[in-house]
């Protein structure tokens, strides 16, 4: 079964709102969470590594005020696209790694959310 | 900066068929590779991880090679199924800087019944 549960899966929203997607890991305690960010025939783009207790760290170009990640628990991670507008929208996945298994273990996946901006 | 590439970029085949999908990155300094299968609007399911020290792996009717020298990994799916049919990602972990994964664009594979 799922192991990382992303909620919502769909979300349409007005242009000017903001929308939260929410992040677990369900069967580990995940200091760390990866939010990334998939275009259409385009490969997943990394937006930032969520940490837990800390500030996330976001990649080069990807605004921080735009999207908001708040790592409040070891268990939960949120990623808050604030003001959204057409452009925002995507399909965001977010992933976490099971600490248990070492620094290389696998990588397991959301569901994804798909967010469409009207 | 990590580059990687998938070929073919889309695959149809008949149901039964033998399969390899190729993925080749630019950077070797990798911890490991791994390879993601993707249905249309969901999310990532892990196939196969291999570990940088290791060369292939197998699960099921899935088996993946990994030649890092020469950055490239092959994935083997054996008699094909229609069930089968998805986006097929590999990713790499890189070993500087905070561990980044990069992903390819993936292929994308359609079986025939």
């Known amino acids: 079964g799922a192991v990382v549960s992303q909620h919502p899966s769909r979300v349409i929203c007005k242009s000017g709102t903001s929308v939260k997607i929410e992040c677990r890991s369900l069967?580990?305690?995940?200091?760390?969470m990866f939010w990334y960010r998939q275009f259409p025939k385009k490969s997943l783009m990394l937006m930032a590594t969520?940490?837990?207790?800390?500030?996330?760290?976001?990649e080069q170009g990807v605004e921080k005020d735009k999207f908001l990640i708040n790592h409040a628990s070891l268990t939960l991670s949120t990623l808050t696209v604030t003001s959204a507008h057409p452009e925002d929208s995507s399909f965001y996945i977010c992933s976490a790694r099971d600490p248990r298994q070492g620094e290389t273990g696998e990588l397991f996946f959301g569901e994804g959310s798909r967010l469409t901006v009207l | 900066k990590q580059e990687v590439t998938q070929i073919p970029a889309a695959l149809s085949v008949p149901e039964g068929e033998n399969l390899v999908l190729n993925c080749s990155f630019t950077?070797?300094?990798?911890?490991?590779l791994q390879w993601f299968r993707q249905d249309p609007g969901k999310g990532l399911t892990s196939l196969l991880l291999i570990q940088s020290s290791q060369r292939e792996q197998t699960s099921g009717r899935l088996n993946a090679s990994l030649d890092k020298s020469s950055g490239r990994s092959t994935l083997y799916i054996a008699a094909s199924q229609p069930g089968d049919s998805a986006t097929y990602l590999c990713?790499?972990?890189?070993?500087?800087?905070?561990?980044?994964?990069?992903f390819g664009i993936g292929t994308k594979l359609q079986v025939i019944p």
């Open positions: 950077d070797s300094a990798i911890y490991n």
């Open positions: 969520s940490n837990e207790g800390s500030k996330a760290t976001y």
């Open positions: 069967d580990f305690q995940a200091t760390t």
């Open positions: 990713a790499v972990r890189g070993t500087g800087g905070y561990q980044k994964v990069t």
